[in-house]
């Protein structure tokens, strides 16, 4: 059984930071790409962030590129998602994700709000 838990999400102010993590078990993510979506409140969940199985190559929205920097540790089952200079329009639920072949995989999410 795959396991996704998000963690590091919280309240901050524009123009702070924060660091999420996902920590993934029953896998083995090394053979995976890796991905941060994200739900704001009314809108459809989007891709933020993607990382290569072997953290070479990573991708980013326009809207987060030069804020965001998604990360791995394969040694330790886990991504992560450095947020800077945050803005009000990040204020959203941010879920893990893989795949495998049809298979989805997520995790339940962690919410982060930025506001004065």
């Known amino acids: 059984q795959v396991t996704i838990v998000e963690s590091g999400g919280g309240l901050v102010q524009p123009g702070g930071s924060l660091k999420l993590s996902c920590v993934v078990s029953?896998?083995?993510?090394?053979?995976?790409?890796m991905e941060w979506y994200r739900q704001g409140p009314g809108k459809e969940r989007e891709l933020v962030a993607g990382?290569?199985?072997?953290?070479?190559?990573?991708t980013y929205i326009d809207a987060v590129k030069g804020r965001f920097t998604i990360s791995r540790d394969n040694t330790e089952n886990s991504i992560f998602l450095q947020m800077n200079n945050l803005k009000p329009e990040d204020t959203a639920v941010y879920h893990c994700?893989?795949?495998?072949?049809?298979?989805?995989?997520w995790g339940q999410g962690t919410q982060v709000t930025v506001s004065s």
């Open positions: 994700h893989t795949w495998e072949g049809p298979q989805n995989y």
């Open positions: 029953g896998i083995h993510i090394s053979r995976y790409y």
């Open positions: 990382i290569s199985s072997d953290g070479v190559t990573t």
